[in-house]
């Protein structure tokens, strides 16, 4: 059923969701919302290593195969997520054993590998994702025990040397409720432009919360715009159960909250970020009943402008206040 207004249709800028290739083959409502609101679309977890990469010398890419020819037909573009994080890390990796020489090699492989595979068919890439702690400094991982503090810089090299045409960003969460994780991130830009270390974007994860202040928000992406790459928020939801209640039930004023969260940020973005600067907004899947947050808080929670059954909530709203 073809309807007036869509996202990609109201935005000015790439409106996107990050999807899930199992549920746009079986699920038909989500497979026409995916494609009717749209105009682009990031792997939620097909182009992580874990499922990506499974063996040392085996590659899937069925997952990312689905997506991306989906993109394809829906002239959608196609974010990449993600080459590095310290989380989806196959147990081949976690395992493995070899000198400094073979654990560089092995992460230069894989980086190249996934990043060329697609070529410019993926326009941008999250390079590295949520390298820092809470603290403002790289948080312990495989990649900083086994390849040193630097492993953040090559992994931009290695990707630009691989894919040239693919925009390159640094993805990190928390910017807008930790002023050392929005410092570690603006400083990594500064440090990257002194050097010569090739990026193009930072990505504002923004899972957030209806209580979170407006302020802070709009002083994250200020700053982050402020380094003068593209900026990307890229894994938008607003969650409403603040005290994680294993049962909550939504209320009028949650869905009013919900709908003025949304429309802040995407207020915010559309005003603080320069034209040449704007990357996009994602939201990190499309219905409640799809979203990541009910496993990560065992917890319920709605935090998606589209509800169970992929209707628009009040939320959905929110986003066209915004834009
Ligand atoms: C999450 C996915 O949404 C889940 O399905 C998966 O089980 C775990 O990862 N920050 C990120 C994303 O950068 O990759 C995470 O995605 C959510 C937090």
Redesign the pocket.
Known sequence: QPVAVTLRAAAQFPFGA?L?PNLLTSNNAYRQVAQQEYSSITA??YL?MENVHPAQDRYDWTGSDVLVAFAEQNKQRMHG??LV?H??VPAWVTNFKGDSLAWEALFKTHIQTVIAHYKDRLASF?VV??AFGDDGTLRPSVWLTHLGPDYVARAFQYAREASPGVKLFY?E?GHEYSPKRLAATVALAADFKKRGIPIDGLGL?M?TNIGQSDAAIQNAIQQVAATGLLVHI??LDVRVNQAKQANYVLTDADKLAQRQKFAAIVRAYKTLVPKAQQHGITT??IGDGD??IP??CSCQDFPLPFDKQYARKPAYDGILDGL
């Open positions: 990050a899930n939620e977890n992580k997520h993600t994080w989380q989806a999250d994702n949520e993805n969460y994860q899972h890229s894994e990190w899947n979203s990541w496993n990560f």
